[in-house]
């Protein structure tokens, strides 16, 4: 019967919202409630959520909720006004960015605020072109879809956009030693910014995100992204660091993943895990840049820089000190990655563990030396995961890296649900002879 009303959704959700609207899983989930690390569906099941990076904090924090609640029974209003909420957000907010990133300005989706910050950095240099990894996604909006590599066939680049091979130390590079390969990648860099000179384009950014999450949460060779960056800006551009997924203390040790770099960007972007949900999300930069691009631009946004934003911004702030959910990043990310070591030595499916904070990844190949990616595995994988009640998903070029992302208040005891349960997956994988 309750089986019956989710394949009944299913159908009508096909029918008002088309046939290619994404969604995850053989079998979708039909969920109805969220708190902290866990997701209730329909049935009433109980699922571990190692995927959400959205709910940062833990889905439907009461600390959020009731702050959401409180400001939305008292004023809502746009940027146009006064507002307390709004100027002592942003003040907290650029307050743990390096100095020289000391302004910001909000939007609602990381789409937006990649737009934004390709404008300002259009605007600021006169430039044009824009170099991203082959494998990017940063949003939907046209001029951020146009970066979009990763989802692009390469004859539909247009003439603003060059990328450079996604800078993989695992993979690395054919016919390249691994302590050359910052070096080989910076050099795809250098190329791109002298195609682009020939064809009479000036450089105006590179756009990257720091952990290099949607290309598979790479271990980016050491030294790579200084060299990269140091060149774009001895060709006039600018560094845009897209932090959408990256940032909020994910990684553990920082609070924005590019502060793990020896480089500091000019223009950041924020999103996701920002609202816990609720969107907000927006782009902090050098008051030169912010200055010089409004004065130029009228930048309203209608729904962003509201109080109930802000409110629920600095709620999603609070709960990262007062639960030191940085530092439980830190030390589940120890636990975690001793465990999935633990499995790769027991499955030669695993090619590579790596991890980020609170992020982690599986990179699964047919054969260790080839390294052929393991795609149809990888994918069944993550439905047995689904039908024994923990959720992750999948990365990288051929979607064969296992995506292994929770809210933030994750820890030890989740983490053994989670190891014993991809244990019992690979085990069933193997007995169902992959
Ligand atoms: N940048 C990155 C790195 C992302 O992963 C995403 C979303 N997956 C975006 C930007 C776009 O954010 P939004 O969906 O909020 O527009």
Same mark, same amino acid.
């Given at each position: 019967?309750?089986? %019956?009303?989710? $394949?009944?959704?299913?159908?009508?959700?096909?029918?008002?919202?088309?046939?290619?609207?994404?969604?995850?899983?053989?079998?979708?989930?039909?969920?109805?409630?969220?708190?902290?690390?866990?997701?209730?569906?329909?049935?009433?099941?109980?699922?571990?959520?190692?995927?959400?990076?959205?709910?940062?904090?833990?889905? +439907?924090?009461?600390?959020?909720?009731?702050?959401?609640?409180?400001?939305?029974?008292?004023?809502?209003?746009?940027?146009?006004?006064?507002?307390? $909420?709004?100027?002592?957000?942003?003040?907290?907010?650029?307050?743990?960015?390096?100095?020289?990133?000391?302004?910001?300005?909000?939007? +609602?989706?990381?789409?937006?605020?990649?737009?934004?910050?390709?404008?300002?950095?259009?605007?600021?240099?006169?430039?044009?072109?824009? *170099?991203?990894?082959?494998?990017?996604?940063?949003? $939907?909006?046209?001029?951020?879809?146009?970066?979009?590599?990763?989802?692009?066939?390469?004859?539909?680049?247009?003439?603003?956009?060059?990328?450079?091979?996604?800078?993989?130390?695992?993979?690395?590079?054919?016919?390249?030693?691994?302590?050359?390969?910052?070096?080989?990648?910076?050099?795809?860099?250098?190329?791109?910014?002298?195609?682009?000179?020939?064809?009479? *384009?000036?450089?105006?950014?590179?756009?990257?995100?720091?952990? &290099?999450?949607?290309?598979?949460?790479?271990?980016?060779?050491?030294?790579?992204?200084?060299?990269?960056?140091?060149?774009?800006?001895?060709?006039?551009?600018?560094?845009?660091?897209?932090?959408?997924?990256?940032?909020?203390?994910?990684?553990?040790?920082?609070?924005?993943?590019?502060?793990?770099?020896?480089?500091?960007?000019? *223009?950041?972007?924020?999103?996701?895990?920002?609202?816990?949900?609720?969107?907000?999300?927006?782009?902090?930069?050098?008051?030169?840049?912010?200055?010089?691009?409004?004065?130029?631009?009228?930048?309203?946004?209608?729904?962003?820089?509201?109080?109930?934003?802000?409110?629920?911004?600095?709620?999603?702030?609070?709960?990262?000190?007062?639960?030191?959910?940085?530092?439980?990043?830190?030390?589940?990310?120890?636990?975690?990655?001793?465990?999935?070591?633990?499995?790769?030595?027991? &499955?030669?499916?695993?090619?590579?563990?790596?991890?980020?904070?609170? &992020?982690?990844?599986?990179?699964?190949?047919?054969?260790?030396?080839?390294?052929?990616?393991?795609?149809?595995?990888?994918?069944?994988? #993550? $439905?047995?995961?689904?039908?024994?009640?923990?959720?992750?998903?999948?990365?990288?070029? %051929?979607?064969? #890296?296992?995506?292994?992302?929770?809210?933030?208040? &994750?820890?030890?005891?989740?983490?053994?649900?989670?190891?014993?349960?991809?244990?019992?997956?690979?085990?069933?994988? %193997?007995?169902?002879?992959?």
């Amino acid at each position: 019967m309750q089986k %019956n009303t989710t $394949n009944e959704l299913v159908a009508r959700r096909f029918k008002v919202m088309g046939q290619h609207s994404p969604i995850f899983y053989e079998q979708p989930l039909h969920l109805i409630r969220g708190e902290g690390v866990w997701l209730y569906d329909k049935q009433g099941r109980q699922y571990l959520d190692v995927y959400n990076n959205v709910p940062h904090v833990g889905h +439907c924090h009461p600390h959020v909720v009731e702050a959401l609640y409180k400001q939305a029974s008292q004023l809502n209003i746009h940027s146009r006004y006064l507002n307390d $909420n709004v100027v002592t957000y942003l003040e907290r907010l650029t307050a743990t960015f390096d100095k020289s990133l000391s302004m910001a300005m909000l939007t +609602c989706t990381g789409s937006e605020a990649n737009e934004l910050a390709l404008r300002m950095a259009r605007y600021a240099t006169g430039a044009q072109g824009v *170099i991203v990894t082959d494998f990017a996604y940063h949003g $939907n909006t046209e001029s951020v879809a146009e970066i979009g590599t990763g989802f692009m066939p390469e004859a539909k680049r247009t003439k603003r956009v060059k990328a450079f091979s996604i800078p993989d130390s695992y993979r690395g590079l054919a016919g390249v030693e691994h302590e050359d390969l910052a070096e080989a990648y910076g050099a795809q860099v250098q190329q791109a910014i002298d195609e682009f000179e020939e064809q009479g *384009i000036k450089v105006a950014a590179i756009l990257v995100c720091p952990d &290099f999450a949607n290309e598979g949460l790479l271990t980016v060779p050491k030294g790579f992204l200084e060299k990269a960056v140091a060149k774009v800006r001895k060709a006039g551009g600018l560094f845009i660091a897209d932090e959408v997924q990256a940032g909020f203390a994910r990684t553990g040790k920082h609070m924005w993943a590019h502060q793990a770099y020896d480089v500091i960007p000019d *223009i950041v972007t924020l999103g996701k895990p920002m609202g816990n949900g609720h969107p907000l999300a927006g782009v902090v930069a050098r008051p030169d840049l912010v200055e010089s691009f409004s004065a130029q631009a009228m930048y309203f946004n209608t729904f962003s820089s509201t109080p109930v934003s802000s409110a629920v911004g600095m709620a999603v702030l609070d709960v990262l000190t007062n639960e030191n959910l940085q530092e439980n990043a830190v030390s589940t990310e120890r636990y975690v990655l001793n465990g999935l070591k633990r499995l790769q030595g027991k &499955f030669d499916l695993i090619g590579d563990v790596r991890s980020l904070g609170m &992020f982690f990844a599986l990179e699964l190949v047919l054969d260790q030396k080839t390294k052929q990616p393991a795609i149809y595995q990888a994918k069944r994988l #993550i $439905n047995i995961m689904r039908e024994k009640g923990v959720l992750i998903s999948t990365i990288g070029v %051929n979607d064969s #890296i296992l995506k292994l992302r929770p809210p933030m208040p &994750f820890n030890e005891a989740h983490a053994d649900l989670l190891l014993d349960t991809l244990a019992a997956s690979f085990e069933q994988l %193997n007995r169902e002879g992959h």
